[in-house]
């Protein structure tokens, strides 16, 4: 089921999605006015208007692998080709080429999006942004977050201690946060659209799950205790004002969480168990 909040209308409007013929990962890439569902396995994936049922994805945007948000509205990164890395192509929700294609690194593994509508991958130890120009590497160490306005990188010159990097993915520039940064897995968490903080799902010392909020500035890590959705970062939004970051839990339920305190709010909507999040703007703060 797709679900779709409208909080300035006070509406939830509910559509029924096909089976899904697959336990896999799931690509959830939300447009302007429709929503794309599509497994990574070579099964039916389906496209969503707002308003009307759900339609099997054009042939284009149909086929297995990895889908993410282009840089503009309505376009969408789906693989077209296959040898040493796979090429990327920009198409539109109906399938329509659209700008130049990129490639992706053959020992690059998955990729994540880089936040502006591109990609990002880590390759031999460094984090990269993938543009139809080619590879731009970013900053040596482990890509543990990205967003617009800051990416956030792990450097680890001692066993013993690791520093983060934020670096902004516009102009290149870094500085090196204060304390000790936490290590994170794949795939990175998010920054805030403002670049302020970092969300990065973890685990505690005790194996706990763990949300680390990493304020960018300061370098302080709030610590939430907080299960998230099996799949990591595709159960993470933030808010485009950067007031909130919504998170799906491991038990289906849907959060909001104050990066400023760290506290976890219910939303007050019944819902289905959630999985995936996306939060599209509609040109009001209140949206």
Do not use: K
């Amino acid at each position: 089921m797709l679900i779709r909040i409208q909080w300035a209308a006070g509406r939830v409007t509910r559509t029924t999605i096909p089976a899904l013929q697959s336990t896999g990962p799931v690509f959830f890439v939300v447009g302007p006015h429709q929503a794309i569902i599509r497994p990574l396995d070579l099964v039916p994936g389906y496209l969503v208007p707002d308003d009307q049922p759900a339609r099997t994805l054009p042939a284009a945007l149909g086929t297995a692998g990895q889908a993410f948000p282009g840089p503009g509205p309505g376009q969408v990164w789906v693989p077209s080709g296959s040898g040493a890395g796979t090429v990327m192509s920009l198409v539109t929700t109906s399938g329509a080429r659209t700008g130049p294609p990129i490639r992706l690194p053959a020992a690059a593994g998955y990729a994540v999006p880089d936040g502006r509508g591109y990609l990002a991958v880590e390759r031999n130890g460094a984090a990269y942004d993938v543009r139809s120009g080619g590879l731009r590497r970013v900053a040596a160490g482990t890509l543990t977050a990205t967003g617009p306005s800051a990416w956030l990188v792990v450097q680890c010159p001692s066993a013993r201690h690791c520093a983060g990097v934020v670096v902004n993915p516009a102009t290149g520039t870094r500085r090196i946060l204060p304390g000790e940064a936490a290590r994170a897995g794949w795939p990175p968490g998010i920054t805030s659209p403002d670049g302020n903080y970092a969300a990065v799902p973890g685990y505690g010392p005790d194996q706990a799950a763990i949300l680390h909020l990493i304020n960018l500035s300061t370098g302080s890590d709030r610590r939430v205790a907080i299960a998230l959705a099996p799949q990591g970062s595709p159960g993470l939004a933030w808010s485009p004002d950067s007031r909130w970051l919504f998170a799906a839990t491991q038990d289906g339920a849907l959060r909001s969480i104050d990066p400023r305190t760290g506290q976890v709010h219910g939303l007050g909507v019944p819902l289905p168990p959630v999985t995936y999040l996306a939060v599209r703007s509609t040109g009001s703060p209140a949206s």
